[in-house]
């Protein structure tokens, strides 16, 4: 049942313009939680008929254009023909092989993950963990249909010098303290770059985004970017890859304790376990390459917000957390995991059980880092859409 779902090609990977399709990422995590087979397919009925967002799933989509070896580059982010996309990339596997299809097309489609809000990069990353062949195929065709590039051509190619000896969570503490310095003017600079609509059309943000209202946010600040944003931290050429995986799971999960709910932040998570599903399927030395597009992807998502989390509470977080360990084997644990985990089995909103899922794991990983047991706690709810959705999408 679980293939048929994951196989499923009724639906259109967004609806509503921009929304994305979230349905087989809840059937990832479901089945990860261990739900029942009767509890997932109820789930993704459900969803396919009404969304949290109060829009059901919308059907498959003619292309406008064919895609081919010989343009599939040339529409990246275009947001148009997303089922050319899939077929180009079903041809390409039959012919090459998931592993040599993987090698060839991921770099180039790596610096636009954060595009569709992460959701093409989660699509595809989580396929890959469960190792889900068709619906690799849609995550490949969907990254490629919403690229929005982090620009990691723009990152130092000397780490930063003021940066060795840290870790990632200290990078995260130093780049917080220099918002905090002078927040009043890194919120209005924001605030009047991602304002100013006119200037994202004309620079060639797609209308579309621009009626999200957070997509436009986040594609203006990529594009505009900011020096902290391209300055390589030297632990990323410095420790084994690994370890940066391990440190930015617990920075993710930081910044989320310190806005703990956040619809925005909790992406973070989310997308960070799938670019370390996909860099799995690279070669080594190109691992490190997907762990700075990350954290350049992750800088960009954060600042766009305008509203960074002090340094003082990630710090004291950070205090309270660094070296909690909880008894994993303590009876008190499981049945706090079963709580958090048959709440998240009644959620609607389908991020919940993918943070559990995913935060989880990285417990059972760390051997009960308690950060992780914390957070996994912290549900968000889906968000009011702004004004701009009373406007029709803007179609290609």
Same mark, same amino acid.
């Given at each position: 049942?679980?293939?048929? *779902? ?7 990977? $967004? ?13 990832? %995590?479901? @089945? ?42 040339? =529409? ?17 596997? @039959? ?17 636009? +993950?954060?595009?569709? #809000? ?7 990353? !989580? &396929? ?5 062949? !068709? ?5 490949? &065709?969907?990254?490629? =249909? ?37 927040? $009043? ?30 997509? #436009? ?27 940066? !995986? ?22 973070? *998570?989310?997308?960070?376990? %799938? ?18 597009? #990350? !954290? ?25 957390? @660094? ?13 706090? +995991? ?37 957070? %996994? ?11 701009? =959705? ?7």
């Amino acid at each position: 049942m679980i293939d048929d *779902l994951l196989n499923d090609r009724t639906h259109h990977i $967004e609806f509503n313009g921009h929304l994305s399709n979230h349905v087989k990422h809840a059937v990832v %995590a479901l @089945k990860g939680l261990g739900a029942s087979p009767q509890k997932i397919k109820s789930y993704y009925d459900g969803y396919a008929k009404l969304t949290t967002y109060g829009y059901g799933l919308e059907p498959a989509r003619p292309s406008k254009h064919v895609i081919s070896e010989d343009n599939w580059d040339r =529409f990246l982010g275009k947001r148009t023909s997303y089922s050319s996309y899939c077929e180009f990339f079903d041809r390409k596997e @039959k012919e090459l092989g998931m592993d040599e299809l993987l090698r060839r097309y991921i770099p180039p489609l790596l610096p636009g +993950w954060v595009g569709a #809000f992460t959701h093409a990069t989660i699509h595809l990353g !989580w &396929a890959l963990d469960v190792n889900h062949r !068709w619906m690799t195929i849609e995550g490949l &065709a969907y990254m490629a =249909f919403s690229y929005v590039s982090c620009h990691p051509e723009r990152a130092s190619s000397v780490p930063l010098d003021r940066s060795r000896g840290e870790q990632a969570v200290d990078s995260l503490l130093r780049i917080a303290g220099v918002w905090d310095e002078d927040g $009043e003017s890194f919120h209005q600079w924001v605030e009047a770059l991602v304002g100013d609509t006119a200037a994202g059309l004309a620079a060639g943000i797609l209308p579309e985004l621009a009626r999200s209202g957070l997509q #436009f946010r986040i594609a203006r600040m990529l594009m505009e970017g900011h020096p902290m944003m391209y300055e390589t931290p030297a632990w990323i050429e410095a420790q084994d890859v690994p370890t940066s !995986w391990e440190q930015l799971y617990y920075v993710t999960s930081l910044i989320y304790l310190a806005m703990p709910g956040n619809f925005v932040l909790l992406h973070l *998570l989310t997308s960070l376990h %799938a670019m370390e599903q996909i860099a799995h399927r690279l070669p080594e030395d190109q691992h490190k390459y997907v762990i700075k597009c #990350f !954290w350049i992807g992750m800088l960009g998502i954060m600042f766009s917000r305008a509203n960074l989390p002090r340094r003082r509470k990630l710090a004291a977080l950070h205090a309270t957390y @660094k070296d909690a360990i909880d008894p994993v084997e303590n009876p008190a644990m499981r049945q706090d +995991w079963a709580q958090i985990t048959a709440r998240a089995f009644e959620e609607e909103e389908e991020h919940n059980p993918k943070l559990v899922y995913v935060l989880q794991r990285m417990w059972k990983r760390t051997g009960g880092r308690s950060i992780y047991r914390a957070a %996994a706690a912290q549900f968000t709810t889906t968000p009011e859409l702004p004004k701009s =959705f009373e406007h029709p999408p803007a179609e290609e």
